[in-house]
């Protein structure tokens, strides 16, 4: 058995303007976050999520008390990608940078910190509670729905500030078998 993993690109309904702020005010802590713990990161060499979480989330905590705990953890998994990404390109000398520039963020939300509350909405956990979005799914959402897909545990989210709306990037996986040719004339 091999497991297949896709993600989809979902849009939320346009946002309430209390509802976008908030999320707006998420983003920007995430990013200060993120900015923060990656430059950490490169400054000392580490590349393993697990040990720069063990040095950072404490201190990510105590600076950001209101968010849930769990956004800490993600903006470490977040940076953990971006500096292994920048030492990996210091290494073959194609970056002059000394750090990378955290431009644009998609906020990285694991299973703690998000569900789907029913199938056209879902539920978001942040620093002024749990807020819900109603989703507009297409045809290839409920293609994954109804043909046996399961959502993953992780999402991203996204701000679209023209339309005040969200941006949602959900992975589905399925178990799938793995189809090996039995004959020796295809070894060939």
Same mark, same amino acid.
């Given at each position: 058995m091999s497991e297949v993993v896709r993600t989809i690109v979902l849009k939320s309904a346009p946002l309430p303007r209390r509802v976008f702020r908030v999320f707006v005010e998420l983003e920007g802590m995430y990013k200060n976050m993120v900015e923060q713990v990656v430059i950490f990161a490169v400054r000392n060499s580490i590349t393993s999520f697990t040990r720069l979480k063990a040095l950072k989330y404490r201190e990510l905590r105590n600076l950001y008390p209101q968010l849930p705990s769990h956004y800490a953890y993600t903006a470490c998994q977040d940076a953990s990608t971006r500096a292994?990404? $920048? $030492?990996? $390109?210091? &290494?073959?000398?194609?970056?002059?940078? &000394?750090?990378? &520039?955290?431009?644009?963020v998609s906020t990285w939300l694991d299973d703690h910190l998000w569900k789907l509350s029913s199938l056209t909405a879902i539920e978001i956990a942040t620093h002024k509670g749990r807020f819900r979005a109603v989703l507009e799914p297409y045809k290839q959402y409920w293609r994954y729905i109804n043909g046996g897909w399961r959502p993953a545990t992780g999402a991203r989210v996204k701000l679209d500030k023209k339309n005040k709306r969200l941006v949602i990037y959900l992975t589905f996986k399925k178990s799938v078998e793995v189809y090996e040719p039995r004959g020796s004339w295809l070894l060939m």
């Open positions: 292994k990404s $920048l $030492l990996r $390109l210091k &290494e073959k000398g194609l970056t002059s940078r &000394e750090y990378p &520039e955290v431009r644009s």
